[in-house]
Structures are given as C-alpha cells and as structure tokens.
C-alpha cells in the first residue's frame, strides 16, 4: 500500500510514492514557475501524481498528501495566503480531488513545514520526542513546532509563521508588501538579496560572473 507525498515550494515541486514505513518508491519534480498562475502549477501538480499512480501499479495508493507554504485550513483543505505563490482563499484539496476524478483517493492538504515536522516525528529525527521546533530553509521560511505532542497551528492557521514578521526597520523589500521580513534575510530569497547588496564592494568576486 502506498500514498504520494507532494511538496510545493517556490522553486519546484517535488512528489514521492511512499510506502507505511517512509521509505520512498519514485520520484517526480518539475519547477514551479509560480508566476504563470495557480491553474499552471496545479497543472504540474496532477501531472506528477498521475505519473507516481501509473508508477505505483497493482498496488493501491491510499491518498494523496500535499504540504503548501503560508496559512492553510489542513481540515478544509483551503490554502487562505500563500505569499511566494501568489494563493488567497484557493481550494487546493477540492480541486485536485476534482481533476484526479479518483473518489477513493483522499487528498489532505497542511502547511508544508507543518507537514515536514509530522514527518519527522513520525519517521525521522522527532521520534518519540513530543516537543520540538522545526525551521525549514528553502526559497522561503517554514518553521512548525510541537508541543505536547501535538502540531501548533493556530486559530487562524498561522502558528509560527514567522517568515513575514518585519523585523529590520525599513530592511529589504519582500513579496507580501513589508520591508524587513525575515525571510528576507534567512532564506533562499534571502541569501540571494543579500549577494546582491554586498556584491559591489567585492568587484573581484567570481559570483559577478552568475546571473
């Protein structure tokens, strides 16, 4: 028996046909490319989970598990503001559920370093410790803790999103509108923000060679 894990981040989407122990089948990856919409990417999304069930065979596939950055309703399945993504109120759970036209494969979706920290407490280096803190560094900032043990997610689904707290006072410029967010600082966003400030005063620098 397997599920398909899907993880969206700014920079690719990256789907895994797992088994009950963890241990992974297949892979599937292809970039985002946030900017061409969210009908686009969810395109991209369909894709790799119908290549993960062709490559599953005769062995069932139980659900679908998707982990999406920014405030999401993992019982309702909506994702409420995604900044890197562009997503305000979007139904990710329904509508993959629709376009996969499988009634027995269940697709849940959750915050994706929510998700990623359930996956550690089950599989990898959270297990059998009931409070925890995870920071995820990737394009953007994903942080997730467990208390008790239990996921934090918040009345209002925003439990330790703290990527788009401003923190540095007239700082750096970022996608959801404020100045001196610290994910513009501790991130993939962030570092390459940072190589572009300092890179004038090193002229000799090899990094003036990438774009």
């Known amino acids: 028996m397997y599920a398909i894990g899907v993880d969206i981040g700014g920079t690719k989407i990256a789907c895994a046909l797992i088994d009950g122990a963890g241990s992974t089948h297949a892979v599937y990856r292809v970039s985002t490319r946030a900017q061409e919409g969210a009908d686009a990417v969810i395109d991209r999304i369909e894709s790799g989970v119908r290549h993960l069930l062709e490559r599953a065979g005769d062995r069932p596939v139980v659900g679908v598990g998707v982990g999406c950055p920014g405030y999401v309703d993992a019982q309702a399945g909506i994702v409420h503001k995604a900044v890197n ?8 759970a329904d509508i993959l559920t629709a376009r996969l036209e499988a009634p027995r494969l269940q697709v849940r979706v959750a915050n994706d370093a929510v998700a990623l920290a359930q996956g550690e407490a089950t599989f990898g280096a959270g297990r059998g410790c009931d409070d925890f803190v995870l920071v995820a560094v990737g394009t953007g900032l994903g942080l997730a803790a467990r208390s008790g043990g239990r996921m934090l997610r918040g009345s209002s689904f ?25 994910e513009m600082y501790c991130s993939g966003v ?3 923000a940072a190589a572009r400030d300092y890179l004038p005063q090193f002229p000799d620098s090899s990094l003036h060679a990438v774009e």
């Not at 993504?85 to 990710?92: I, K, N, Q, S, V």
């Not at 788009?164 to 970022?174: F, I, K, N, T, W």
Request: contains cysteine; charged residues 15%; hydrophobic residues 50%.
């Open 85 to 92: 993504l562009g997503w305000e109120d979007l139904p990710l």
């Open 158 to 182: 925003a439990a330790m999103e703290l990527a788009h707290v401003a923190l540095v006072s007239d700082g750096r410029p970022c996608a959801c509108g404020l100045k001196g967010c610290l």
């Open 190 to 192: 962030g570092m390459l």
